[in-house]
């Protein structure tokens, strides 16, 4: 059995449980984090001591946190060769997206807009740092939209495990209020995502309850 440890609304959370039900697994998930807590205790430190989720454990096997060695962990237990390449060549220029997006993309996405946009109201948002943050994630997306025109997915015209990383934080990004690029190959790829029934579950997690009353 597969326990995750960690709230749905999480996105490291959602890259892990996206993983797993593409893969056809089926864990059994602990609310842990956020409004719910239960992540400083002793015996949740005892599993991670970073006190952040998610955790996993498959098995009797040892506490993994961090979400995407958890994801390179399914992809090279349950994975195929299409998820998960057996090639070192194959895999590494994948994989330098799906490090790319939690480096560059991710980081202006979720500290420059996602959190100053939903944890605080309008009227007390700081609009030019938002701006600001908007135009520096606009060449990033176009990058990522440069690399999509090569095709439907990262790996190919079926998933793989980079685009779980990679296109977990796009329902954010599109769903967010504020001054995007125009980026044809990744709305693409975000509509292709969202037709698929494990993003739909795992990924587009309404973040209302995380907005700032």
């Known amino acids: 059995m597969i326990t995750v440890w960690g709230r749905a609304t999480s996105g ?17 998930r602990h609310d842990v984090g956020g409004a719910f807590g239960g992540n400083r205790t002793p015996e949740y430190l005892a599993m991670n001591p970073n006190g952040l989720v998610p955790v996993l454990r498959d098995g009797d096997g040892p506490f993994l946190w961090e979400s995407a060695a958890i994801l390179r962990y399914l992809g090279a237990t349950y994975g195929g060769e299409q998820f998960w390449p057996s090639s070192p060549a194959k895999r590494a220029p994948v994989d330098m997206w799906a490090e790319w997006i939690k ?5 202006v996405l979720a500290t ?3 959190w100053p ?19 520096k994630l606009k060449p990033l997306a176009a990058m990522l939209d440069a690399r999509l025109a090569d095709g439907p997915y990262l790996g190919g015209d079926e998933i793989c ?10 329902y954010r990004y599109f769903t967010l209020e504020f001054d995007r690029t125009d980026t044809p190959h990744l709305r693409a790829y975000y509509d292709r995502l969202q037709q ?12 209302e309850s995380q907005r700032a009353k």
């Open 117 to 135: 946009i939903v944890a605080a109201p309008p009227a007390k948002r700081d609009h030019a740092s938002i701006a600001a943050a908007a135009e």
């Open 161 to 170: 495990f980079a685009d779980i990383v990679v296109g977990a934080p796009l």
């Open 112 to 114: 420059g807009l996602f």
């Open 12 to 28: 490291n959370v959602q890259i892990v449980m996206w993983a797993l039900a593409e893969l056809g697994l089926k864990p059994v």
């Open 103 to 107: 480096t560059s993309f991710g980081p």
């Open 196 to 207: 698929r029934p494990a993003y739909a579950e795992h990924v587009m997690v309404s973040y």
